[in-house]
């Protein structure tokens, strides 16, 4: 490391100034960054009392030499900056010179470090600023800082913090997030003398999977992608393990771990229309970018950045979840995805293929976003389950379709599709149908004409309590257009309120209009009808996806098939 130097005024006046120790945990916080700056591949955080008491944080990194001990507790004395050009390529987490310093102010601190060269370790003790005493002794090579009796002459600080167990928490947290961003790094927490959570080093990616899914990478989904100026890595959690809170969404950005509104934000879109109101995805993203197309400057604690493109960061970020999760969600396998779809440590970049219905609520209309989910195989269809399921053999197995899912979807996508090119296919009637309706029914068809025209519904008010309905959306023949009407007027009715706007009108129309014309369970259909109906099912963007949170299809592995008849 380069020598500890105080930064000049004018440099240390262009760093975010602030609040560096607000609470246990971010004093936790600090001791761990500057054992990572200081090289370490080891390091223990013990805590008693919720880090009142005591805090200790001991690494194996390269240490202080003698004669900087003493340095290290001056403000704005640092090893990691000189210029202030230096802040543009930053690489470590601290560069201020302030956390030795603020913590030694409030509490008493016994600092014992050792270069590698060094005959002996140096022990500083420092109480409420004051430098106590500095002596020889022996210790390994590395740093052990301990923090006792936390805010004992700023007794005001003690109001600001939450309960104990909440203190201990935020800890935990923070350890944690230095953890996930460090996997090449072994961590160990331990508490009022109880090992709390212990890290061995692990492959890059995996600690993150271990604290999202308890080491279970097939359940989640690896994402990879490019930002401007950089990489996005790392892992969505399944759309049935959404919690209620953000406290699974967890973003670093060069190794940092931040707080970003904007990821957030961006993670959130790119699930949007897949998670239910009111629910948070899990989530750990790595943005690694060129250091100049970020600032780490903008928080006295650096806890966010500010990205150069962030227009250009968001729209990465969203598209690249938004296609992990589509590609990711495919069909549902009986007992787990064939053998070759598993994902291994090794390959994080293989999505994972243990899907899982997409319970959707429209929210956001689909065609928002470029759907680029995994297709449907080439299916070779064998027949009919109970006049409900499609049977049909794949190139991994058996494929179950229900058929009433499948053909909705198909039915939807034309009509967003037939729209969208304003070539609207509607059907007229040979005969005018004079259908009566309620007052809030009549209400609905003149508040929303143009919406049903845009789906091809041609109704129009004849007399207080009537509608004449000249045109229906061209489909399936025997659609009663009566029934059809009460059906999309209903749905009019659950959205009034509740969409936000056009498109979302026109998507609730188009799901009513598809679910009411698509084949139901039960219907009897033609080997040309099930192969027509299997061949339109792949032609669509997202062929997995039902409308009411069920799966479209469901498969085998052959493998299980063998299993089953003890072939393997
Ligand atoms: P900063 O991290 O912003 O440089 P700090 O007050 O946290 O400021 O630390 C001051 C200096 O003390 C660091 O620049 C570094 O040289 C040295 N230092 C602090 N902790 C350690 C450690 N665990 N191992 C080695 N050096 C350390
Ligand atoms: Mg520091």
Redesign the pocket.
Known sequence: ?NP?RVLDRSIAERIAAGEVVERPASVVK??V???L??G?LRITVEVEGAGLRLIR?S?D????PAE?VPL?FERF????IERLEDLVAIQ??????????SIAAVARVTLT?RTAGAPAATRAVVVGGQMETVTSHGAPT??V?EVAALFFNTPARMKFLKSPAREQALIAEAVQRAAMARPEVAFALTVDGREAARWPTAAPGMRAADVLAAGDAGELIPIEGSVPSGRLTGWLGRLERCRTSRAGEFFFVNGRPVHSALLRRAVEQGYAQLLPVGRYPSCALFLVVVPASVDVNVHPRKLEVRFRNESGVFGAVVRTVREALLAAAPVRWVGGPPEAMRPSAASTADPVADPIPLALEAREPAAAYPATARRLPLLRPIGQLLNTYILAEGPDGLYLVDQHAAHERVLYERLLAARRRGRLTSQTLALPLTVDLTPAQMALVAGYGDHLAQIGLDAEPFGARTVVLRAVPAGPAGAAPEALLQRVLGALADGAGADRDDAATLERLAIATACHTAVRAGDSLSPEAIATLLTDLAATDDPFTCFHGRPTVVAVPTEHLERWFLRR
Do not use: H, Q
């Not at 990194?61 to 202080?64: L, P, S, V």
């Not at 004395?77 to 990691?80: C, L, N, V, Y």
């Not at 987490?93 to 956390?99: H, V």
């Open positions: 490391m500890i600090e001791l960054e500057n054992s700056d200081a370490a944080v690494d990194g390269a240490g202080i900087e290290a004395a640092t090893s990691k470590s987490y601290g560069f201020r010179g302030e956390a030795l310093p470090t590395g740093t800082v």
